[in-house]
């Protein structure tokens, strides 16, 4: 069974950092392209960044500039680094592969941009 586990997520002033960190399960990791999704209260769940298996990395607009999506396949393990925090990026965030399945969805990291 996947397992997706995301961690790094909390409390952070508007203009502050945070790293997200996502553990995959998946025994052949390398080979998929990975994705950070966010859902903000009564909104839907949408992609913030993705990187493909080769390490070509595409960004939601809002992000953009702000956000950068990495992986380490040794480790199993996609990053998220976060800078510039704004309220607007509060929401809990989730990883899974690209395009996601609705099996391996976790529980998510809550990010909480406030001052």
């Known amino acids: 069974q996947v397992q997706f586990v995301e961690s790094g997520g909390g409390l952070v002033q508007p203009g502050g950092s945070l790293r997200l960190s996502c553990g995959a399960s998946?025994?052949?990791?390398?080979?998929?392209?990975m994705g950070w999704y966010r859902q903000a209260p009564g909104k839907q769940r949408d992609l913030v960044a993705r990187?493909?298996?080769?390490?070509?990395?595409n960004y939601a607009d809002s992000v953009m500039g702000r956000f950068t999506i990495s992986r380490d396949n040794a480790k199993n393990t996609v990053y998220l680094q976060m800078n510039s925090l704004k309220p607007e990026d509060t929401a809990v965030y989730y990883c899974?592969?690209?395009?996601?399945?609705?099996?391996?969805w976790g529980q998510g990291t809550q990010v909480t941009v406030s001052s």
């Open positions: 990187i493909t298996a080769g390490g070509s990395r």
């Open positions: 899974n592969i690209y395009p996601p399945y609705n099996e391996y």
């Open positions: 998946l025994s052949i990791f390398r080979q998929y392209g």
